[in-house]
């Protein structure tokens, strides 16, 4: 696949894989996170903060112990480019998230490799999430 036709189609289209699958991830993060097994495949890695974990099973065990009830992301920017000859696409995403009762969003940032599952659709193989703290 041509890495320029990806990359004008991750550039130009406003409802193309990265918002697509941007808003499906953080609706389905906010309401059900057990529903985000989907996403992701027994060699896809999660890196949350220090804690990488391997295999659905154990993203999911991690992305549902965090230690909220409720979260509301709200995303500031979006972005994309090519990641392979495979038609892979790597997400990058800014933030902020409120959980629970907290009045004061967090800001974080989101990187994700999607990766064709070869059935037409994407399949998250690397995510990694990072709060970013004020500087002292």
Same mark, same amino acid.
């Given at each position: 696949?041509?890495?320029?036709?990806? %990359?004008?189609?991750?550039? %130009?289209?406003?409802?193309?894989?990265?918002?697509?699958?941007?808003?499906?991830?953080?609706? /389905?993060? +906010?309401?059900?996170?057990?529903?985000?097994?989907?996403?992701?495949?027994?060699?896809?890695? !999660?890196?949350?903060?220090?804690?990488?974990?391997?295999?659905?099973?154990?993203?999911?065990?991690?992305? /549902?112990?965090?230690?909220?009830?409720?979260?509301?992301?709200?995303?500031?920017? !979006?972005? %994309?480019?090519?990641?392979?000859?495979?038609?892979?696409?790597? #997400?990058?995403?800014?933030?902020?998230?409120?959980?629970?009762?907290?009045?004061?969003?967090?800001?974080?940032?989101? #990187?994700?490799?999607?990766?064709? +599952?070869?059935?037409?659709?994407?399949? #998250?193989?690397? +995510? #990694?999430?990072?709060?970013?703290?004020?500087?002292?």
């Amino acid at each position: 696949m041509d890495f320029n036709v990806i %990359a004008q189609y991750l550039l %130009a289209s406003s409802d193309g894989p990265k918002e697509q699958f941007t808003q499906f991830y953080y609706k /389905t993060f +906010d309401e059900n996170r057990q529903a985000l097994a989907a996403l992701y495949r027994d060699n896809s890695m !999660l890196t949350f903060e220090n804690s990488a974990v391997q295999g659905v099973s154990t993203i999911i065990e991690k992305l /549902t112990s965090l230690p909220f009830a409720k979260v509301v992301h709200q995303l500031a920017t !979006l972005d %994309a480019q090519p990641s392979n000859a495979s038609g892979g696409i790597l #997400v990058m995403v800014t933030g902020a998230l409120l959980v629970d009762e907290e009045q004061r969003p967090m800001n974080y940032t989101q #990187v994700f490799q999607l990766i064709p +599952d070869g059935a037409g659709s994407y399949f #998250v193989f690397n +995510d #990694v999430f990072r709060l970013i703290y004020a500087g002292s």
